[in-house]
């Protein structure tokens, strides 16, 4: 009985910190859009205020300007839309890359993190 108590909360616990990364985004990253993703450089997504809010929850790049940063917009193989919105000048970010990768909403759903994408925390 005492077993089975602690593998029930063992795998409680391991759940409850389960990655919400999009699978089609996981291993990837900046560098990899082109090879794993259709990309769409016309689409068009600017970086307003609404952008960097939702942005800014889950990276603190408010110290950057727009004009500091970049979009790459993708289509998954299954036809899903994504944003990548990233800093992308050196006095801004330090040659790192920081930001989020927003879905079709514009709603957060990954954490960009020196260019490769992670769970939100």
Same mark, same amino acid.
């Given at each position: !009985? ?23 985004? @996981?291993?990837?990253?900046?560098? +990899?859009? @082109?090879? %794993?993703? +259709?990309?769409?450089?016309? =689409? *068009?997504? @600017? ?8 942005? &800014? %929850? ?9 004009? /500091? !940063? #970049?979009? #790459?917009?993708?289509? +998954?193989?299954? *036809?899903?839309?994504?944003? =990548? ?10 040659? &790192? ?5 927003? /879905?079709?909403?514009?709603? =957060?759903? =990954?954490?960009? *993190?020196?260019? /490769? ?5």
């Amino acid at each position: !009985m005492k077993l089975t108590l602690i593998a029930l909360t063992v795998l409680a616990s391991s759940t409850s910190f389960a990655c919400n990364i999009p699978s089609e985004l @996981e291993d990837a990253a900046l560098y +990899t859009i @082109e090879e %794993k993703f +259709t990309e769409l450089p016309k =689409a *068009g997504l @600017e970086i307003t205020s609404l952008v960097r809010k939702e942005v &800014n %929850k889950i990276e603190d790049i408010s110290h950057c300007s727009s004009k /500091d !940063m #970049s979009v #790459s917009s993708f289509l +998954t193989p299954s *036809g899903k839309l994504f944003h =990548a919105v990233y800093t992308s000048e050196d006095h801004c970010d330090g040659g &790192n890359s920081y930001g989020a990768v927003l /879905d079709a909403n514009l709603k =957060a759903v =990954a954490h960009i *993190g020196d260019s /490769d994408f992670y769970c939100i925390d």
